[in-house]
C-alpha cells in the first residue's frame, strides 16, 4: 500500500447531503491533488496544493470545495451534489519538484 | 491540445506470453513519460518513468520504450501472470509546465491461467 490514506472507501449520499472526504500523506511531499475518475474516462484533476497554498482549481463546480490545513492533510467538502458527481475520488501527493505521484485508494462516490 | 491515447479495447494475452500495450501523444514534445498501474477500485500506482534521452528501461519483467519521433511510448510485460491482469495508465507532465500530469484512459490487460 502507499504512504497516502483516504477516508471514507465508499460514500452514499443524497443530493442534498454535505459530506466530507479526507486525505491524508505520510510521504513527506509537499504537493497534493485532488482527481476524479469516472467510467473509462482519463483521471480528471481538481484541485492542486503546494504547500497549503492552492494552486490550480481546473474549474471544479462550487459544490466541491478542497481544505488543505497543511501539507499532510487534504480534503474535499461536498455538498448539493448531483448524480453525474458519482465517480470515484483520487488524492494523490508528490514533492512539489516531482513528476511522480502516489495516490490513495480512493472514496468511491455514489449520489442518489 | 495535448492528446494522450491508449487502446481502449481490453488486452487478453496467455500467461507466459509478452504483453505489450501501446501509448500515442499528440501536440506535445515531453521530456518525459510515465506507467502506472491500476486495479478496480483503487488508486495508480507508478511502474517507471523514462526521460526523452533514454531510448528503454527495464525494471524486472517489466520494458518500456520511448520513441520521440512516432510520438510512442511501448509498455512490455514478460512472462505475464495472471496477477498482473489490472489497466496500465500512459502518463505526461502537461505542457503548461510545472510539475503536473495528464493521464490516459489506460488499457485493461487480462492474462488468462
Known amino acids: 500500500e502507499t504512504g497516502v490514506t483516504q477516508t471514507p472507501r465508499h460514500l452514499v449520499m443524497g443530493m442534498t447531503n454535505k459530506k466530507s472526504l479526507k486525505c491524508e500523506q505520510h510521504?513527506?511531499?509537499?504537493?497534493m491533488y485532488w482527481y476524479k475518475q469516472s467510467a473509462k474516462k482519463p483521471l480528471e484533476l481538481m484541485f492542486v496544493y503546494n504547500f497549503k497554498e492552492q494552486t490550480e482549481n481546473n474549474s471544479v463546480p462550487s459544490r466541491f470545495s478542497p481544505e488543505c490545513p497543511n501539507s499532510s492533510h487534504l480534503f474535499l467538502h461536498l455538498h448539493t451534489l448531483q448524480p453525474e458527481d458519482s465517480a470515484l475520488y483520487l488524492c494523490a501527493s508528490s514533492q512539489e519538484d516531482s513528476y511522480t505521484q502516489y495516490f490513495g485508494p480512493g472514496t468511491r462516490l455514489t449520489v442518489l | 491540445s495535448q492528446k494522450i491515447e491508449q487502446n481502449s479495447e481490453a488486452l487478453n494475452i496467455q500467461e507466459g506470453k509478452t504483453a505489450t500495450l501501446t501509448c500515442n501523444y499528440t501536440n506535445y514534445s515531453p521530456a518525459y513519460l510515465q506507467w502506472y498501474r491500476q486495479d478496480p477500485g483503487r488508486g495508480p500506482v507508478f511502474l517507471l518513468l523514462i526521460r526523452e534521452n533514454e531510448k528503454e528501461k527495464r525494471k524486472e519483467r517489466l520494458k518500456v520504450t520511448f520513441d520521440t519521433t512516432l510520438k510512442q511510448s511501448l509498455f512490455h510485460i514478460t512472462a505475464s501472470q495472471p496477477a498482473d491482469s489490472a489497466t496500465y495508465l500512459c502518463a505526461l507532465p502537461r505542457n503548461t509546465g510545472g510539475f503536473k500530469t495528464i493521464f490516459g484512459a489506460g488499457t485493461r490487460l487480462f492474462v488468462k491461467a
Open positions: 510521504l513527506g511531499h509537499n504537493a
